[in-house]
């Protein structure tokens, strides 16, 4: 998090500073670089979304990892924004598909 937390906060700046709004969605990654192969990855990112238009407003496609109070507070900031959030399977295959570095997006690309 440390890591990435400069990075984050720069692009912010430059994105405000260009004129556009920034929605700051939770995207925590915690991912050991001593691993092997990387298999064992920490990851509550719920920016990896499939984004769709249901009707007339914009709807984020998320895997549920089963944190709740976080994806309720995921679901508040998205509908901020006027986008509706639809959560697409359940939290155990999709805490192993993050274990790997995927999510929905990912996962959706591969099926085409």
């Not at 064992?40 to 769709?52: E, I």
């Not at 249901?54 to 986008?83: D, N």
Request: proline share 3%; with cysteine; charged share 25%.
């Amino acid at each position: 998090v440390a890591r990435r937390s400069d990075l984050l906060t720069g692009s912010e700046r430059s994105l405000r500073n260009n004129g556009y709004k920034v929605a700051r969605i939770p995207d925590i990654r915690l991912v050991s670089d001593f691993n092997y192969l990387a298999r064992v990855n920490l990851n509550f990112g719920y920016l990896n979304a499939l984004t769709l238009r249901r009707g007339k407003a914009p709807t984020v496609c998320l895997l549920p990892l089963g944190l709740e109070r976080l994806e309720k507070e995921v679901e508040r900031l998205y509908g901020l924004q006027g986008v509706s959030v639809a959560w697409i399977g359940e939290a155990h295959s999709s805490r192993e598909l993050a274990s790997m570095r995927g999510g929905l997006h990912c996962l959706c690309s591969v099926l085409k």
